[in-house]
């Protein structure tokens, strides 16, 4: 596992924490990170993707309602749903990401933290994403 999926993991349990125990986001990120032995790079990697990813989540949860309609976000699983939000935030505001990158990164999450449907649920949202995408 790459440090940088290592970092993404570690986003994504502060996002899944923050989202499902309505625990405080900052303090998540704290302990998690605390607990967590990554480089000081991916230190700043994964407080970029929390903190963005909870910045732009109402943006998210637009572009998840519009272009998943039969998907209501506040019924998707808590790991689709931080997932998406994730991704949707690399995608759109990471130009350091290449849009592939992001895409692959957000399935193998859902494979590894998902249900049986989560990874492809996840695929077919984000490559329709892909297309709002202006870069790569």
């Known amino acids: 596992m790459t440090k940088r999926h290592e970092a993404r993991v570690l986003a994504l349990k502060v996002l899944y924490e923050a989202d499902i125990a309505r625990h405080d986001a900052a303090a998540v990120l704290d302990r998690q990170i605390a607990g967590a032995d990554l480089p000081a790079e991916n230190d700043v990697f994964t407080r970029a993707l929390v903190e963005g990813a909870l910045k732009h989540q109402a943006e998210a949860d637009g572009i998840i309602t519009r272009l998943a309609p039969a998907y209501p976000v506040s ?37 590894e933290f998902g249900s049986e449907s989560s990874a492809k649920f996840v695929n077919g949202v984000l490559s329709s994403v892909a297309t709002l995408v202006q870069r790569d």
Do not use: G, M, T
Not at 76 to 92: G, T
């Open 75 to 111: 019924q998707l699983s808590p790991i689709d749903r931080n997932v998406l939000r994730l991704a949707i935030y690399e995608l759109f505001h990471d130009n350091n990401v290449p849009v592939r990158v992001a895409i692959n990164e957000a399935v193998e999450l859902a494979k």
